[in-house]
């Protein structure tokens, strides 16, 4: 919809956190780094998250925001499909329909759209899914005094960087031990993430990382996992 993508591109998606990092006066050397899980994650959350500020009754945007959420993550997998196990039209037809999705044309526009972009949906969902587990960690630290607020300022502070980086930095800011933490908890789901998504011959890695990547059918088995 109009609505949801203005948050994705607009406020408070891309435009809002452009300006926002931009006022914090980075380093210069920031702004010829590119790290585009972080940059597509933010617009990806805000868009989520403005289903529920659209007006509708919670039941109606969960379910538009689940939705939204699933069907990028097929993307995802597909992506992965095509670029890393060689996915052609008909595999990729075969993996759509055991989601319901039957339409031969439209499958077919979705694997071309693919197939010119390798790696691109990855940095939207997995970006999306790594701001999810920040919070998350953040909330578990905060407690009863975890506020929006001063969880989405100090994510937008930190800037476009590789996610360990922010689970580092986030931890620092709760006064708790990183090291800790991200030991205990990126070796868990968040890490499974990592190891899903992201092959060693990606051209464009969203995190600076060296990871053994999953099967497609692996991924598939874990996919309830991600929205």
């Not at 948050?7 to 380093?27: C, F, N, R, V």
Request: charged share 20%.
């Amino acid at each position: 919809t109009l609505f949801t993508t203005l948050a994705h591109e607009g406020y408070p998606g891309h435009l809002y956190q452009t300006i926002y990092y931009e006022s914090t006066h980075p380093d210069p050397i920031r702004s010829l780094l590119d790290f585009g899980g972080y940059v597509e994650g933010w617009a990806t959350y805000a868009e989520m998250g403005s289903y529920y500020l659209m007006g509708l009754s919670k039941e109606q945007a969960t379910l538009l925001q689940k939705n939204a959420s699933i069907i990028l993550a097929l993307y995802a997998l597909a992506d992965i499909g095509i670029h890393y196990d060689g996915w052609s039209v008909e595999d990729t037809e075969a993996f759509f329909k055991n989601y319901g999705i039957t339409d031969k044309d439209a499958v077919g526009e979705i694997y071309k759209l693919i197939l010119g972009s390798p790696a691109n949906y990855l940095k939207y969902y997995i970006g999306y899914v790594e701001f999810l587990e920040l919070k998350k960690m953040w909330v578990d630290e905060k407690g009863k005094d975890f506020l929006q607020k001063e969880f989405h300022s100090a994510v937008l502070k930190i800037g476009p960087a590789p996610f360990p980086f922010h689970f580092i930095k986030i931890y620092k800011e709760t006064g708790s031990s990183a090291k800790d933490h991200i030991s205990s908890k990126r070796t868990g789901l968040s890490s499974s993430y990592s190891h899903i998504f992201l092959s060693k011959e990606i051209c464009r890695p969203l995190f600076i990382v060296t990871v053994q990547p999953y099967s497609v059918r692996e991924a598939q088995n874990m996919s309830a996992c991600f929205c």
